[in-house]
Protein backbone atom coordinates (compact mmCIF):
# COMPACT_ATOMS: atom_id res chain seq x y z
CA UNK A 1 0.00 0.00 0.00
CA UNK A 2 1.07 3.63 -0.60
CA UNK A 3 1.39 6.60 1.84
CA UNK A 4 2.82 9.86 2.35
CA UNK A 5 4.04 11.55 5.49
CA UNK A 6 4.46 14.67 5.31
CA UNK A 7 7.06 15.14 8.67
CA UNK A 8 6.24 18.97 9.62
CA UNK A 9 2.90 20.36 10.05
CA UNK A 10 4.08 24.05 10.08
CA UNK A 11 7.19 25.98 8.74
CA UNK A 12 8.21 29.44 9.16
CA UNK A 13 11.07 31.04 7.24
CA UNK A 14 12.19 35.00 6.24
CA UNK A 15 12.44 36.16 3.42
CA UNK A 16 15.36 34.90 1.16
CA UNK A 17 15.95 32.05 3.41
CA UNK A 18 16.00 28.47 2.24
CA UNK A 19 13.06 26.41 2.00
CA UNK A 20 12.67 22.66 3.11
CA UNK A 21 9.28 21.31 3.19
CA UNK A 22 10.11 17.35 4.37
CA UNK A 23 7.91 14.56 2.81
CA UNK A 24 9.07 10.19 3.09
CA UNK A 25 6.64 7.55 0.62
CA UNK A 26 5.74 4.36 1.58
CA UNK A 27 5.42 2.52 -1.62
CA UNK A 28 5.44 -1.04 -3.11
CA UNK A 29 5.74 -0.35 -6.64
CA UNK A 30 7.61 2.26 -8.14
CA UNK A 31 5.93 5.30 -7.32
CA UNK A 32 5.19 8.69 -8.73
CA UNK A 33 5.48 11.38 -6.55
CA UNK A 34 4.25 15.27 -6.90
CA UNK A 35 4.27 18.31 -4.44
CA UNK A 36 1.14 20.70 -4.89
CA UNK A 37 0.87 23.87 -4.01
CA UNK A 38 -2.50 25.36 -1.90
CA UNK A 39 -3.15 29.65 -1.94
CA UNK A 40 -5.25 30.95 0.21
CA UNK A 41 -9.14 30.14 -1.54
CA UNK A 42 -7.44 28.98 -4.43
CA UNK A 43 -7.63 25.59 -5.84
CA UNK A 44 -4.35 22.80 -5.68
CA UNK A 45 -1.66 23.38 -8.00
CA UNK A 46 0.70 21.08 -9.56
CA UNK A 47 4.46 22.40 -8.79
CA UNK A 48 6.35 19.15 -9.66
CA UNK A 49 6.65 15.70 -10.26
CA UNK A 50 8.86 12.83 -10.59
CA UNK A 51 7.88 9.84 -12.69
CA UNK A 52 11.72 7.83 -12.53
CA UNK A 53 12.83 9.70 -14.88
CA UNK A 54 15.32 12.27 -13.25
CA UNK A 55 16.17 12.21 -9.62
CA UNK A 56 16.15 16.30 -9.42
CA UNK A 57 12.93 17.37 -10.22
CA UNK A 58 12.83 21.14 -11.19
CA UNK A 59 9.30 22.67 -10.65
CA UNK A 60 7.64 26.48 -10.97
CA UNK A 61 8.37 29.09 -8.61
CA UNK A 62 11.99 27.87 -8.23
CA UNK A 63 11.02 24.89 -6.16
CA UNK A 64 12.95 21.55 -6.26
CA UNK A 65 12.72 18.02 -5.18
CA UNK A 66 15.13 15.20 -5.04
CA UNK A 67 13.42 11.58 -5.05
CA UNK A 68 15.87 9.69 -3.00
CA UNK A 69 15.25 5.97 -3.20
CA UNK A 70 17.24 4.83 -0.66
CA UNK A 71 15.95 7.06 2.23
CA UNK A 72 12.48 6.90 0.84
CA UNK A 73 12.13 10.56 0.85
CA UNK A 74 11.17 13.62 -1.50
CA UNK A 75 11.59 16.64 0.20
CA UNK A 76 10.67 20.08 -1.10
CA UNK A 77 13.44 22.91 -1.37
CA UNK A 78 13.95 26.60 -2.76
CA UNK A 79 16.69 28.83 -2.08
CA UNK A 80 15.53 31.81 -1.19
CA UNK A 81 12.09 32.12 0.16
CA UNK A 82 9.80 34.83 -1.35
CA UNK A 83 6.33 36.33 0.52
CA UNK A 84 4.31 34.75 -2.24
CA UNK A 85 5.46 31.25 -1.14
CA UNK A 86 3.20 31.57 1.94
CA UNK A 87 0.30 28.46 1.43
CA UNK A 88 -0.30 24.98 1.81
CA UNK A 89 2.28 22.73 0.47
CA UNK A 90 1.11 18.99 -0.41
CA UNK A 91 3.31 15.93 -1.26
CA UNK A 92 1.12 13.35 -3.22
CA UNK A 93 2.08 9.41 -4.19
CA UNK A 94 0.67 8.03 -7.47
CA UNK A 95 0.99 3.89 -7.33
CA UNK A 96 1.86 4.12 -11.17
CA UNK A 97 3.06 6.47 -13.79
CA UNK A 98 1.34 5.65 -16.57
CA UNK A 99 -2.46 4.68 -15.06
CA UNK A 100 -4.58 7.57 -15.36
CA UNK A 101 -8.25 7.57 -13.28
CA UNK A 102 -5.31 6.18 -10.24
CA UNK A 103 -6.21 8.15 -7.08
CA UNK A 104 -3.92 10.08 -5.67
CA UNK A 105 -2.53 9.63 -2.07
CA UNK A 106 -1.62 13.13 -0.09
CA UNK A 107 -0.27 13.75 2.67
CA UNK A 108 -1.31 15.85 5.44
CA UNK A 109 -0.47 18.73 3.92
CA UNK A 110 3.02 21.31 5.19
CA UNK A 111 1.84 25.11 6.30
CA UNK A 112 4.17 27.69 5.17
CA UNK A 113 4.99 30.74 6.57
CA UNK A 114 7.09 33.22 5.31
CA UNK A 115 8.42 36.69 7.61
CA UNK A 116 9.38 39.79 5.99
CA UNK B 1 -5.37 29.31 -18.78
CA UNK B 2 -7.54 26.69 -18.90
CA UNK B 3 -9.50 25.67 -15.44
CA UNK B 4 -11.82 23.31 -13.48
CA UNK B 5 -14.75 25.69 -11.92
CA UNK B 6 -16.62 24.69 -9.13
CA UNK B 7 -19.84 25.90 -8.13
CA UNK B 8 -21.43 26.44 -5.53
CA UNK B 9 -17.68 28.11 -3.45
CA UNK B 10 -19.94 27.56 -0.32
CA UNK B 11 -23.12 25.17 0.45
CA UNK B 12 -25.04 25.29 3.59
CA UNK B 13 -27.44 22.67 4.01
CA UNK B 14 -29.47 20.86 6.59
CA UNK B 15 -28.96 17.04 7.95
CA UNK B 16 -30.97 14.57 5.84
CA UNK B 17 -30.78 16.79 2.71
CA UNK B 18 -29.37 16.39 -0.77
CA UNK B 19 -26.75 18.25 -2.47
CA UNK B 20 -25.72 18.78 -5.78
CA UNK B 21 -22.01 20.09 -6.68
CA UNK B 22 -21.31 21.08 -9.92
CA UNK B 23 -17.90 21.29 -11.71
CA UNK B 24 -16.91 22.37 -15.37
CA UNK B 25 -13.98 20.40 -16.54
CA UNK B 26 -10.82 21.27 -18.42
CA UNK B 27 -12.88 20.72 -22.23
CA UNK B 28 -10.73 18.26 -23.50
CA UNK B 29 -9.63 16.85 -20.79
CA UNK B 30 -10.83 12.72 -20.56
CA UNK B 31 -10.33 11.87 -16.48
CA UNK B 32 -12.53 13.20 -13.32
CA UNK B 33 -12.02 13.15 -9.99
CA UNK B 34 -13.51 14.15 -6.91
CA UNK B 35 -11.42 14.69 -3.28
CA UNK B 36 -12.62 15.97 -0.33
CA UNK B 37 -10.79 17.41 2.80
CA UNK B 38 -12.10 17.38 5.85
CA UNK B 39 -10.76 20.81 8.04
CA UNK B 40 -7.49 19.70 9.57
CA UNK B 41 -7.43 16.15 7.76
CA UNK B 42 -5.78 14.81 4.40
CA UNK B 43 -7.17 15.63 0.92
CA UNK B 44 -8.82 12.40 0.28
CA UNK B 45 -9.98 10.36 -2.78
CA UNK B 46 -13.81 9.67 -3.44
CA UNK B 47 -13.74 8.98 -7.23
CA UNK B 48 -12.65 8.79 -11.00
CA UNK B 49 -14.65 8.88 -13.80
CA UNK B 50 -13.65 7.77 -17.38
CA UNK B 51 -15.41 6.91 -20.38
CA UNK B 52 -18.93 7.65 -18.62
CA UNK B 53 -18.50 5.22 -15.96
CA UNK B 54 -16.65 5.29 -12.86
CA UNK B 55 -13.29 3.43 -13.02
CA UNK B 56 -11.73 4.00 -9.15
CA UNK B 57 -13.93 4.67 -6.14
CA UNK B 58 -12.46 4.93 -2.41
CA UNK B 59 -14.34 3.33 0.82
CA UNK B 60 -15.80 7.23 1.16
CA UNK B 61 -17.43 6.65 -1.96
CA UNK B 62 -20.71 4.61 -0.60
CA UNK B 63 -24.36 4.60 -1.69
CA UNK B 64 -24.81 7.83 -0.45
CA UNK B 65 -22.29 9.22 -2.88
CA UNK B 66 -23.04 9.26 -7.12
CA UNK B 67 -21.42 10.91 -9.86
CA UNK B 68 -22.79 12.12 -13.25
CA UNK B 69 -21.40 13.58 -16.34
CA UNK B 70 -25.07 15.09 -17.54
CA UNK B 71 -23.94 16.73 -20.76
CA UNK B 72 -20.27 16.15 -21.76
CA UNK B 73 -19.24 19.24 -20.00
CA UNK B 74 -20.80 19.35 -16.31
CA UNK B 75 -19.48 16.50 -13.92
CA UNK B 76 -21.44 16.33 -10.62
CA UNK B 77 -21.61 14.81 -7.39
CA UNK B 78 -24.35 14.13 -5.71
CA UNK B 79 -24.77 13.42 -1.88
CA UNK B 80 -27.71 12.07 -0.40
CA UNK B 81 -29.05 12.41 2.80
CA UNK B 82 -26.35 14.18 3.78
CA UNK B 83 -24.57 13.84 7.24
CA UNK B 84 -22.97 16.10 9.85
CA UNK B 85 -19.58 14.54 9.00
CA UNK B 86 -20.20 15.04 5.14
CA UNK B 87 -19.00 19.04 5.83
CA UNK B 88 -15.72 19.19 3.78
CA UNK B 89 -14.38 20.92 1.16
CA UNK B 90 -14.67 18.92 -2.04
CA UNK B 91 -12.27 19.21 -4.82
CA UNK B 92 -13.09 18.57 -8.02
CA UNK B 93 -10.15 17.87 -10.92
CA UNK B 94 -9.78 16.37 -14.27
CA UNK B 95 -6.11 15.41 -16.35
CA UNK B 96 -5.95 15.27 -20.56
CA UNK B 97 -4.87 11.58 -20.50
CA UNK B 98 -2.54 8.83 -19.07
CA UNK B 99 0.01 10.80 -17.25
CA UNK B 100 -1.32 10.49 -14.18
CA UNK B 101 -0.77 13.06 -11.73
CA UNK B 102 -0.78 16.23 -14.06
CA UNK B 103 -4.28 17.12 -12.27
CA UNK B 104 -5.68 19.96 -12.48
CA UNK B 105 -8.22 21.12 -9.24
CA UNK B 106 -11.21 23.21 -9.04
CA UNK B 107 -10.91 26.01 -6.08
CA UNK B 108 -13.18 23.69 -4.15
CA UNK B 109 -16.90 23.77 -2.57
CA UNK B 110 -16.93 24.10 0.72
CA UNK B 111 -19.84 22.05 2.17
CA UNK B 112 -21.37 22.83 5.45
CA UNK B 113 -24.07 20.21 7.00
CA UNK B 114 -25.73 21.79 10.19
Known amino acids: AQSVTQLDSHVSVSEGTPVLLRCNYS??????LFWYVQHPNKGLQLLLK??????LVKGINGFEAEFKKSETSFHLTKPSAHMSDAAEYFCVVSPSANQAGTALIFGKGTTLSVSS | EPEVTQTPSHQVTQMGQEVILHCVPI?????FYWYRQILGQKVEFLVS????????KSEIFDDQFSVERPDGSNFTLKIRSTKLEDSAMYFCASSGGPLTGELFFGEGSRLTVL
Open chain 1, 27 to 32: SSYSPS
Open chain 1, 50 to 55: YTSAAT
Open chain 2, 27 to 31: SNHLY
Open chain 2, 49 to 56: FYNNEISE
